[in-house]
């Protein structure tokens, strides 16, 4: 998502991961193992029973990731700040090995003010976090049309309440963003909620209703 915006460098999700081994992922670009890893973890049902791929397949997805993140690890300038989030990139595509540009393959692109990215938003929307699969640390991002009080928790594949990142905050309209950073949970499927509740104007007394959607996002270490 990130790279279709241009946030970061745009077509990392057509490049090649092949890492020279008999790893079974070799030859799909990554943004098809992005949704490789996902179905992997919600798993398959058979004879109504819940199945999950062997453990070898998450090994090959896990060694896979791991490299394709580390290809692009580097320092963030946290100092300097402009009118939009975009990221340079740290190194060039030569240089890593695990990784191949994809010739005659358009890079998939999104217009910010198409996806809904604008200042001043019409309503309320919850993005994809970036990355994801990610490691240790991801992005979410959301629009809100109006001030609003808003919730924002992570939740485990049971259910369970694992974090909180805004608990009934008061936030401006606009675009906003939160990090969330797993380095203390288990790999694995997670699910991230936003609840907001519109804050009546000075000339509308009447309060908006709540507006809540879910997202899944996979972490893998």
Known sequence: MASMLGITPVGLGELV????TTNPTNGRMVKELVGFADSALSGYYQSSVHLYPSPQ???SLDSAIANINAAFEGPMDTTSFGTSLVLKGTRQLGSVSCLRANPGIVPATLDRVNAGLTESPLDYQLYQNFPNPFNPSTTIQFDLPQPSMVTLKIYNMLGQE?????DNQQLEDGYQ????????IASGAYFYR????GIPSDDNDQQSALYTITRKMLFLK
Not at 162 to 166: E, N, R, S, V
């Open 17 to 20: 991961y092949d890492d020279g």
């Open 57 to 59: 397949v998450f090994k």
């Open 162 to 166: 694992i974090a909180t990142l805004a």
């Open 177 to 184: 963003e939160f990090t969330f950073d797993a380095r203390n």
């Open 194 to 197: 936003l609840s907001a509740t």
